[in-house]
């Protein structure tokens, strides 16, 4: 199976910040990643996918990189709807179906 | 619109039983294979399992292999999860999710609200 390792597991920034959370595969998953955004008390949501497309009606300050094993959500200008917590899944090979342990975006 | 609507969840004894149901509605419900992914209480997502879009390939996580089913009705479009044999760490929000592949599970573009299973003495 393939693991999913995200860093930072938490983080705390300002509004206006840019930042950048990061997702390794334990083996090559071409691009097959996708990011997804979840808010206290609600479902996830997809936000990204095939490591850099944006789901309909995500905002453009929200992109994604990289391809084999590394991989990067990045949100160049933090808004307050933007804390929350982020988890990167695989699709390359599956079942099963792999998700990070999560980013929680935080305020500072 | 797309719209997944869990029921079924609630709160039982280890070693009981429970069916959770998820309606869906806004899309063609057989072209599309069905997801559950769960959520441990102050924890991150869990694949469970997926069905495929005619309901003839399932998939399972380890973890409860063995113990639950998934299974489809595309007359009512609706997804089942049969879970027996229940314990105290499948205690978790359970959401059913869309997949955009037919067969095997791949990116998740929609998903419900979750419904709550919780197994406890």
């Known amino acids: 199976d393939i693991q999913m390792t995200q860093s930072p597991s938490s983080l705390s920034a300002s509004v206006g910040d840019k930042v950048t959370i990061t997702c390794l595969a334990s083996?090559?998953?071409?691009?097959?990643l996708n990011w997804y955004q979840q808010k206290p008390g609600k479902a996830p949501k997809l936000l990204i996918y095939s490591t850099s497309n944006l789901q309909s009606g995500v905002p453009s300050r929200f992109s994604g990189s990289g391809s084999g094993t590394e991989f990067a959500l990045t949100i160049s200008s933090l808004q307050p709807e933007d804390f929350a917590t982020y988890y990167c899944q695989q699709s390359y090979d599956t079942p099963p179906l792999t998700f990070g342990g999560g980013t929680k975006v935080e305020i500072k | 619109e797309v719209q997944l609507l869990e029921s079924g969840g609630d709160i039982l004894q280890p070693g009981g039983s429970l069916r959770l149901s998820c309606a869906a509605s806004?899309?063609?419900?057989?072209?599309?294979?069905m997801n559950w992914v769960r959520q441990a209480p102050g924890k991150g997502l869990e694949w469970v399992a997926t069905?495929?879009?005619?309901?003839?390939?399932?998939h399972y996580a380890d973890s409860v292999k063995g113990r639950f089913t998934v299974s489809r009705d595309n007359s009512q479009n609706t997804l089942y999860l049969q879970m027996n044999s229940l314990r105290a760490e499948d205690t978790a929000l359970y959401y059913c999710a869309k997949d955009e592949r037919g067969l095997t599970p791949g990116r998740l573009d929609s998903w419900g609200p979750g419904t709550l299973v919780t197994v406890s003495s």
């Open positions: 083996q090559s998953i071409g691009r097959y």
């Open positions: 069905v495929s879009g005619s309901g003839s390939k399932s």
């Open positions: 806004g899309f063609t419900f057989n072209r599309y294979a």
